[in-house]
C-alpha cells in the first residue's frame, strides 16, 4: 500500500526567509502524481504545486518550488521569500495515474512565520 | 464557474442522531471522494463514488456510515447514530471524467460536532 510520510510536525520561518518541507513516500508504481495543499485557518484545502512523477524537471510556482528524487522517493517542498500569509498545514500527497485512485495524503506540517 | 459545493458548513447533532452531509461536484466531474479529517490530523480517505456507483469505499467505517452518489442531486455521506468520536471536518472533493491534472478540488469542508 502507498504511504506518505512527513517527518516535520512544525516548522517555523523568518519572514522573508526561505523555509523547506520534507516530505518522503512509498510505492511500487511508477506513474503517479505528487502534490502539496496548504491548509490555512479556514480549512479550505489549495493547491500549491503538483508533479508528474514522468517528468524530471522539478516544479515551480512562483515562491514555491519543489525537489522531487524519484529513486528517493522524496518530494520537499522549498517556499522562498516566506510570507505571513503562508501560515499553514501542508500536506504531501500521492495519487496513482494509472486509475481514478484516491490521493493519499500525509500528516502535515504546521508551518509558522515569524514577523 | 461554481467550486465543490458542501452543506451545512456546521452541524450539530446529540449521540445517537443521525447526520447527513451534501456535496455537489464541480461543473462537469463525475467522481466525488469523501475525506474526514479528525482534529490536530491529516486527511483520512473514506469512499469514492461515481454517479450510482460506489467505487472504492475501503476507507469507510464497517458500521454506521453509508455514502451515495445519485444519477440527480448531491453526494450524501450518512452517518447514523452518531457518537461523539465522529466529530470532525469532513470534506468532499471532486475530479472530472478525463484526467488531466490529477488533482483533486475540495470542498470548504463541513465541520460536524457531536454533543
Known sequence: AQTVTQSQPEMSVQEAETVTLSCTYDTSESDYYLFWYKQPPSRQMILVIRQEAYKQQNATENRFSVNFQKAAKSFSLKISDSQLGDAAMYFCAYRRETSYDKVIFGPGTSLSVIP | ?115
Not at chain 2, 27 to 50: A, D, I, N, T
Not at chain 2, 55 to 81: T, W
Open chain 2, 1 to 115: 464557474n461554481a467550486g465543490v459545493m458542501q452543506n451545512p458548513r456546521h452541524l450539530v447533532r446529540r449521540r445517537g442522531q443521525e447526520a447527513r452531509l451534501r456535496c455537489s461536484p464541480m461543473k462537469g466531474h463525475s467522481h466525488v471522494y469523501w475525506y474526514r479529517q479528525l482534529p490536530e490530523e491529516g486527511l483520512k480517505f473514506m469512499v469514492y463514488l461515481q454517479k450510482e456507483n460506489i467505487i472504492d469505499e475501503s476507507g469507510m467505517p464497517k458500521e454506521r456510515f453509508s455514502a451515495e452518489f445519485p444519477k440527480e442531486g448531491p453526494s450524501i455521506l450518512r452517518i447514523q447514530q452518531v457518537v461523539r468520536g465522529d466529530s470532525a471536518a469532513y470534506f468532499c472533493a471532486s475530479s472530472p471524467r478525463r484526467q488531466i491534472t490529477g488533482e483533486l478540488f475540495f470542498g470548504e469542508g463541513s465541520r460536524l460536532t457531536v454533543l
